[in-house]
Nanobody, 123 residues
């Protein structure tokens, strides 16, 4: 079992940027494909972005494509999500997820989840 810890959330004005990070204290993310998901109040969990084990493959949800970049540093044991041109509809709790075997847009593919970090975008 790997523990995932997200950070970097906060309050930002529309049009601003945030960089979310996910680390695995006591573990290593290098053996995991990683993903970011988000969930707004009253809505289902939504895929944001995913990255494969080496970082050579990335995939984005339509709502963030062109505004966000997922990256990983296996030496620093960190996965990051840079979000730009933020909109009020980006407001949600953002979750980091990991899986050894699969990566992509389906939450059910990921076995390990963090507790989430709140992102709030004001208009």
């Amino acid at each position: 079992q790997v523990q995932l810890v997200e950070s970097g959330g906060g309050l930002v004005q529309a049009g601003g940027s945030l960089r979310l990070s996910c680390t695995a204290p006591g573990g290593t993310i290098a053996v995991y494909a990683m993903g970011w998901f988000r969930q707004a109040p009253g809505k289902e969990r939504e895929f944001v972005a995913a990255i494969n084990w080496s970082g050579g493959g990335t995939y984005y949800g339509d709502t963030v494509k062109g505004r966000s970049t997922i990256s990983r540093d296996n030496v620093k044991n960190t996965v990051s999500l840079q979000m730009n041109s933020l909109k009020p509809e980006d407001t949600a709790v953002y979750y980091c997820a990991a899986d050894r075997a699969r990566w992509g847009q389906y939450a059910s593919w990921y076995d390990h989840w963090g507790q989430g970090t709140q992102v709030t975008v004001s208009s």
